[in-house]
């Protein structure tokens, strides 16, 4: 049996629109703070919470519209609604365990299709003389298929008593752990340990073992002095003859008070001596309680393997829940980092058992790059009616483009921040990772304080990026490289991007107008043969439409070139004074001139032009073109180009001369399209496109 959705309306911040959250064995609800997390697994709490008190309702669980005031609301309904399968069924196995219980209350859609359980929470609020108001609640089975309206004749009420076998355990975000782990009444440990078929000889050996322990306990001249003591004083304070002869005895006097007291302790092989778990840190009492939990959930099903085979002399006398739901909130508190690994791994154990599924909600980017993308769900609270909505995460097929659906899932990976971002700056590489931040940093928007993140694509797969922000409604600007007179650049990258948004649903009328009408699917499959020529009008007016879809290109080659051309200077000042390109000259007493020194020297030596030449083949690369778009100065820069960023570190090489360029003159004399995006990302913040 398995949680496989949660539907959930007009509780708490989930408003009157209804949500669905959808289940995996391990699921991993995120998103920024008061945005639902919390109110999700308390939702189900309120459906299989194990004390009552946990599953009362209260008049702040149902949900108050935007634009009303508490006083003003008079009545409120909502529901909570989970829903079950049962892998076993669909397997062909016989579930002699966990099938009898709800067989009754299952749904089947068609005939031969795999039944599923509802179990729904109906709740109503109307407004009274008391402050909490009179709330009235309900829970069913529900006895139609999802598609269908639900009527009264649907409801069957649920009894508690079933309910029950769906345990709960939640772990919130402020915790002590060690309440849970010590063997009192009402924990784990202590419903499993009182569950064990203790045979009479264990018991008989016991109590005789107490009261041997008892006699030699008053036989200390001390303890009979205070017994003496405590029995005389009584007498003058109390007559009531039940507890009228007042005693000193060794407390653990049956096996119920002996349970109560036992508790898991430490041994270490250096010390020798015993650690009890209060004298754990905080982040180990954590990774131990979940331990636990997946130690008592191990008990558990050899109970119910024990249950399904029909032994006669059973281990156990209890019978265990048919799934454990754990929910864990922000487990990452307590933890080290270098711990976020085990705890995790322990979470994917948890989920591995078949009576058991794992729930983590956070805000934490060390556990979401952990975890599988594909079972995230994001919860994500509207500005526009404070409501809450949740987004599952959207990959390419894994069957028809095996090697798209690895790039994605990997990058999503590399870079969880972006689900917690208020803006996301997708770009091609390392370059911009460093380049942007800088400039957003020096024009007021620091990047952590900003919430904007920065994720390097290498310009693949965009599409599948910019569908994954706009389903998690997070503002995205995009920067690439134009590569112009590169294998694939130019016409080809204007191409490229003109079908990527037409792939999430842009208007072909707004994209692709021309002055004859609208492009035509040949017309635009046809663009990237379309000739390059110096200052193109054509080239640099589709530039312009594509910024307004918040698409920017680093022109006429990338960023790096942009940023050589304006800095130049800066740049070529980092380099000792061994460093730097180079001409041999065998002909000549020096067999090395620096290219810096014919620049200034000797600008129309043969030799320094065929170098020239050469780096623009090696900076358009294989298939490229022969730079006769490019100015004159622009070609020559090619030799630096080549020598800064294709044979030497461009993270490096970026770091060394930002730090040389004044902060004034780096804002002032920027790129003009590093100026348009931070522009761009200044108003997507402030809501203004």
Not at 467 to 473: G, M, T
């Amino acid at each position: 049996m398995e949680l496989v959705k949660l539907k959930l309306c007009n509780f708490r911040c989930f408003g009157e629109q209804e949500q669905e959250i959808l289940f995996k064995d391990l699921t991993t609800l995120i998103g920024n703070n008061s945005s639902g997390k919390t109110s999700a697994l308390q939702a189900l709490l309120k459906l299989f919470a194990e004390n009552s008190s946990d599953r009362n309702l209260l008049r702040s669980d149902f949900h108050l519209p935007q634009g009303i005031e508490p006083e003003d609301m008079v009545i409120q309904e909502l529901y909570i609604e989970a829903v079950f399968s049962f892998p076993e069924l669909d397997k062909e196995e016989e579930g002699k365990y966990d099938v009898p219980v709800f067989f009754n209350h299952f749904v089947v859609e068609e005939p031969g299709g795999i039944p599923y359980l509802r179990i729904r929470l109906e709740a109503s609020w109307e407004k009274g003389i008391g402050i909490e108001g009179s709330i009235e609640s309900k829970v069913y089975y529900i006895g139609c298929p999802e598609a269908d309206d639900i009527e009264e004749r649907h409801k069957r009420s649920a009894n508690r008593h079933d309910l029950d076998k769906i345990r709960m355990i939640y772990v919130p975000a402020v915790r002590d752990p060690s309440k849970q782990l010590k063997n009192v009444s009402g924990t784990m440990m202590y419903r499993i340990m009182e569950g064990i078929n203790w045979t009479d000889t264990t018991k008989d050996g016991i109590k005789t073992k107490i009261e041997e322990l008892n006699t030699v306990f008053v036989k200390e001249d001390g303890v009979s002095v205070l017994k003496t003591a405590i029995h005389d004083q009584w007498k003058n304070y109390d007559s009531d003859y039940r507890y009228s002869n007042a005693d000193i005895q060794f407390n653990n006097t049956n096996m119920d008070s002996i349970m109560k007291k036992s508790e898991v302790v430490f041994s270490p092989t250096v010390t020798g001596r015993e650690y009890k778990i209060d004298e754990m840190g905080d982040g180990l009492r954590s990774l131990f309680y979940i331990s636990m939990v997946n130690s008592i959930l191990a008990v558990e099903d050899e109970i119910r393997k024990e249950i399904e085979s029909g032994k006669v002399e059973k281990t156990f006398n209890i019978v265990p829940p048919i799934l454990t739901i754990l929910a864990v909130e922000e487990p990452e508190n307590h933890i080290s980092p270098h711990l976020v690994g085990k705890l995790i791994k322990k979470f994917e154990e948890i989920s591995l058992n078949n009576n058991a599924q794992t729930i983590i909600a956070t805000h934490s980017s060390a556990i979401v790059k952990r975890l599988n993308p594909e079972n995230i769900r994001y919860l994500r609270l509207s500005d526009k009616d404070l409501s809450t909505y949740v987004r599952a995460i959207r990959f390419p097929s894994k069957e028809k483009d095996e090697d798209k659906y690895k790039f994605i899932k990997e990058a999503v990976q590399a870079y969880p921040e972006m689900y917690f971002a208020k803006l996301v700056i997708l770009g091609e590489g390392d370059s911009e990772q460093i380049i942007i931040p800088k400039l957003l940093d020096l024009s007021g928007h620091n990047i952590d304080s900003s919430g904007i993140s920065v994720v390097p694509l290498g310009g693949r797969h965009v599409n599948h990026f910019w569908r994954l922000l706009n389903d998690l409604e997070i503002p995205y600007v995009t920067l690439l490289d134009l590569d112009r007179e590169r294998d694939g650049g130019g016409w080809g990258r204007i191409k490229y991007v003109l079908k990527q948004l037409l792939a999430i649903g842009i208007s072909r009328e707004g994209l692709l107008s021309v002055k004859k009408g609208i492009l035509s699917d040949a017309e635009l499959d046809d663009m990237h043969t379309w000739p390059l020529e110096k200052d193109d009008q054509a080239l640099f007016s589709w530039i312009n439409l594509l910024e307004e879809y918040n698409v920017f290109f680093s022109s006429p080659l990338d960023i790096d070139f942009l940023m050589l051309e304006k800095f130049g200077d800066i740049y070529k000042g980092i380099l000792s004074e061994k460093e730097g390109p180079y001409i041999k000259k065998k002909s000549e007493d020096k067999e090395k001139i620096k290219i810096a020194d014919i620049e200034t020297d000797n600008p129309l030596d043969p030799d320094y032009l065929i170098r020239v030449e050469k780096d623009i083949r090696n900076t358009l690369k294989e298939n490229g073109g022969d730079g006769e778009t490019y100015s004159e100065e622009q070609r020559k820069l090619m030799v630096w180009y080549n020598y800064f960023f294709l044979n030497r570190g461009k993270p490096s090489t970026h770091y060394l001369a930002l730090s040389k360029i004044e902060p004034d003159k780096l804002v002032d004399f920027a790129p003009e399209v590093l100026k348009s995006v931070v522009k761009r990302c200044e108003d997507l913040i402030n809501g203004k496109t």
